[in-house]
């Protein structure tokens, strides 16, 4: 007979031979544990799990090559003759060094480790094996936690489900690696639709303008853009796509503006010719308000285009403006100790501009290597706020005549003043190939992320538009004869057939209205959970380590 002690002191006899499970089920429906057993038992059972865990680490090294040994043995012995049976056996060193034989050393000293009464007490032991590893696996620590903690849960449910069969330990692997996947899995069904930093930088600049941007422009997903394209313009559908391109056009319009220091509601005509009127008297009162000094620089600039221009020209036919600048800035240098006034600059420059509506060839080079020069010594010279000054009103110029390049470009939309993302990228490169290709002025950036987030989808001859305007179609011309079928077969009232038509018929645009949905955006475009999963592969082999050793049969007993 067996004899167990019950949790009163009492002894239990049972036949020889009974399983262990059949005792265990027994006692527990005889003697059911209180709370407080329960919580002792998981506590002790999360002990020794995470003890036998740290073991198998310890010994994992001898189970790895346990399990090859047992695999090349089996090679051998299918393709070579059988070994003797007096044969000496290879020493196993795993048999000492690994988990099994760690875990026989450490119960010489202690006692046969302890064994949960309860499931609770199993799921914390196995749980309790997952966690050691996940200590020493990279990545976030809370994330291989939570991996080892899913992993153990796993495990021990299909263990409990499949518990005395041959069947057992390879569920709980299997269990393992479902549980494992689990978080990564929640992680894409919370968010379906993870976007790279780069392109949430892109997002954010055009937020910051106020353009709505939908969930498909977000994350670049070409199905969900085609569904927002396609659905969101079927009849019944409320018109949200539209709404939104429009809403679109109008912000990315006005973000532009900005960046030239416009305040307007379009870039139409009226507002460009206005802006450029205005930009000659801003430019007249920061040159009277500005004073610096001529530096050597200046002349350094400045010299190699006029010795260019002078040796290129014919003495009796050059203009009497460069002789007459250059006059005013001899005097200055020697009369003034360099110091310009406002009055000189602002004089010197208008006289440029003016001169550079006719200029040509040498002449007109030197004239702008003359203002560019002398807007260079400004700004070295000049004092902090009057340098800011000009910074701003040169970007905004700069800003403005690229706006004037991209409104001269073909579409609907820059007749009506509307700003197209991609001719404003059009009209960076030609004008500023460089920054736009460095990204290094707001302009360039602005366009960058109009073109790549806001990039329009084709509108026929592609497989995924195709296949998705099919189905459309065909859901379009079908439903309401199978609503209307249906209803009649049911022996509906004509008004009840009519009504199941129109129902019918309202599918596609019901579905553009609820993709286009402000509910349905917000999760396609969610990114709480779009960290990065790096080490995904190697870490789940980790978590699942404890169940995989455990099949190869180079750990201890469950």
């Given at each position: 007979?067996?004899?167990?002690?019950?949790?009163?002191?009492?002894?239990?006899?049972?036949?020889?031979?009974?399983?262990?499970?059949?005792?265990?089920?027994?006692m527990?429906?005889?003697?059911?544990?209180?709370?407080?057993?329960?919580l002792?038992?998981?506590?002790?059972?999360?002990?020794?799990?995470?003890?036998?865990?740290?073991?198998?680490?310890?010994?994992?090294i001898?189970?790895?090559?346990?399990?090859?040994?047992?695999?090349?043995?089996?090679?051998?012995?299918?393709?070579?003759?059988?070994?003797?049976a007096?044969?000496?056996?290879?020493?196993?060193?795993?048999?000492?060094?690994?988990?099994?034989?760690?875990?026989?050393?450490?119960?010489?000293?202690?006692?046969?480790?302890?064994?949960?009464?309860?499931?609770?007490?199993?799921?914390?032991?196995?749980?309790?094996?997952?966690?050691?590893?996940?200590?020493?696996?990279?990545?976030?620590?809370?994330?291989?936690?939570?991996?080892?903690?899913?992993?153990?849960?796993?495990?021990?449910?299909?263990?409990?489900?499949?518990?005395?069969?041959?069947?057992?330990?390879?569920?709980?692997?299997?269990?393992?690696?479902?549980?494992?996947?689990?978080?990564?899995?929640?992680?894409?069904?919370?968010?379906?639709?993870?976007?790279?930093?780069?392109?949430?930088?892109?997002?954010?600049?055009?937020?910051?303008?106020?353009?709505?941007?939908t969930a498909?422009?977000?994350?670049?997903?070409?199905?969900?853009?085609?569904?927002?394209?396609?659905?969101?313009?079927?009849?019944?559908?409320?018109?949200k796509?539209?709404?939104?391109?429009?809403?679109?056009?109008?912000?990315?319009t006005?973000?532009?503006?900005?960046?030239?220091?416009?305040?307007?509601?379009?870039?139409g005509p009226?507002?460009?010719?206005k802006?450029?009127?205005?930009?000659g008297?801003?430019?007249?009162?920061?040159?009277?308000?500005?004073?610096?000094?001529?530096?050597?620089?200046?002349?350094?600039?400045?010299?190699?285009?006029?010795?260019?221009?002078?040796?290129?020209s014919?003495?009796?036919?050059?203009?009497?403006?460069p002789?007459?600048?250059?006059?005013?800035?001899?005097?200055?240098?020697?009369?003034?100790?360099?110091?310009?006034?406002?009055?000189?600059f602002?004089s010197?420059?208008?006289?440029?501009?003016?001169?550079?509506?006719?200029?040509?060839?040498?002449y007109?080079?030197?004239?702008?290597s003359l203002?560019?020069s002398?807007?260079?010594?400004?700004?070295?010279?000049?004092?902090?706020?009057?340098?800011?000054?000009?910074?701003?009103?040169?970007?905004d110029?700069?800003?403005?005549?690229?706006?004037?390049k991209?409104?001269?470009?073909?579409?609907?939309?820059?007749?009506?003043?509307?700003?197209?993302?991609?001719?404003l990228?059009?009209?960076?490169?030609?004008?500023?190939?460089?920054?736009?290709?460095?990204?290094?002025?707001?302009m360039?950036?602005?366009?960058r992320?109009?073109?790549?987030?806001?990039?329009?989808?084709?509108?026929?001859?592609?497989?995924?538009?195709?296949?998705?305007?099919?189905?459309?179609?065909?859901?379009?011309?079908?439903?309401?004869?199978i609503?209307?079928?249906?209803a009649?077969?049911?022996?509906?009232?004509?008004?009840?057939i009519l009504?199941?038509v129109?129902?019918?018929?309202?599918?596609?645009?019901?579905?553009?209205?609820?993709?286009?949905?402000?509910?349905?955006?917000?999760?396609?475009a969610?990114?709480?959970?779009?960290?990065?999963?790096?080490?995904?592969?190697?870490?789940?082999?980790?978590?699942?380590?404890?169940?995989?050793?455990?099949?190869?049969?180079?750990?201890?007993?469950?």
């Amino acid at each position: 007979m067996i004899e167990i002690k019950a949790p009163d002191g009492s002894v239990v006899h049972f036949p020889d031979g009974t399983d262990g499970s059949v005792i265990e089920k027994a006692m527990q429906a005889q003697f059911p544990p209180t709370g407080a057993d329960t919580l002792t038992d998981v506590a002790m059972g999360g002990a020794v799990g995470a003890a036998k865990g740290t073991l198998g680490l310890a010994g994992m090294i001898p189970d790895v090559a346990g399990l090859a040994r047992v695999g090349a043995n089996k090679l051998f012995d299918q393709f070579m003759p059988a070994r003797p049976a007096n044969a000496p056996k290879p020493p196993d060193l795993g048999e000492y060094l690994g988990s099994a034989g760690l875990q026989k050393g450490v119960e010489k000293l202690t006692g046969k480790f302890y064994e949960p009464k309860t499931t609770a007490g199993q799921y914390a032991k196995t749980i309790g094996e997952f966690l050691p590893g996940a200590a020493i696996m990279p990545g976030s620590i809370p994330a291989n936690l939570a991996m080892a903690a899913t992993s153990g849960v796993g495990a021990e449910t299909a263990g409990q489900l499949t518990k005395g069969t041959g069947a057992e330990p390879y569920a709980r692997l299997a269990g393992a690696l479902v549980g494992g996947a689990a978080p990564s899995m929640l992680k894409r069904i919370a968010t379906p639709l993870p976007i790279d930093q780069k392109r949430m930088e892109m997002i954010k600049l055009l937020e910051k303008e106020g353009i709505p941007l939908t969930a498909g422009q977000k994350t670049g997903n070409s199905a969900v853009q085609y569904g927002e394209s396609i659905l969101g313009t079927a009849p019944f559908s409320g018109g949200k796509a539209a709404a939104i391109q429009d809403a679109q056009a109008k912000a990315f319009t006005q973000g532009g503006l900005k960046r030239a220091g416009i305040i307007a509601e379009d870039a139409g005509p009226a507002t460009l010719n206005k802006t450029y009127a205005e930009f000659g008297p801003r430019f007249e009162n920061a040159a009277a308000r500005s004073n610096f000094t001529l530096d050597k620089q200046f002349a350094k600039e400045l010299l190699p285009t006029f010795e260019r221009y002078v040796k290129n020209s014919i003495p009796d036919q050059r203009p009497s403006l460069p002789d007459s600048l250059a006059r005013s800035i001899t005097d200055i240098s020697k009369n003034q100790g360099g110091s310009m006034t406002g009055a000189q600059f602002s004089s010197m420059r208008r006289d440029i501009q003016d001169a550079l509506k006719t200029a040509t060839g040498d002449y007109r080079e030197l004239l702008v290597s003359l203002r560019s020069s002398l807007d260079n010594n400004l700004m070295r010279t000049g004092s902090p706020g009057m340098v800011n000054e000009w910074k701003t009103l040169n970007k905004d110029y700069s800003n403005f005549k690229t706006i004037e390049k991209a409104m001269g470009g073909a579409g609907s939309g820059t007749a009506f003043g509307t700003l197209s993302p991609q001719q404003l990228r059009t009209a960076v490169q030609n004008s500023y190939s460089g920054a736009y290709t460095r990204g290094t002025s707001d302009m360039a950036d602005y366009a960058r992320a109009g073109a790549a987030i806001m990039q329009p989808l084709p509108n026929s001859g592609t497989a995924q538009r195709n296949l998705i305007t099919g189905i459309v179609d065909k859901t379009t011309n079908a439903a309401p004869v199978i609503g209307g079928v249906a209803a009649f077969s049911a022996g509906r009232s004509p008004e009840e057939i009519l009504a199941a038509v129109l129902a019918a018929g309202a599918i596609p645009g019901t579905a553009g209205r609820a993709i286009m949905s402000k509910p349905v955006q917000k999760y396609l475009a969610n990114q709480k959970f779009a960290g990065p999963d790096k080490d995904k592969i190697e870490r789940l082999l980790m978590a699942i380590r404890p169940e995989l050793m455990n099949v190869s049969g180079n750990r201890g007993q469950k």
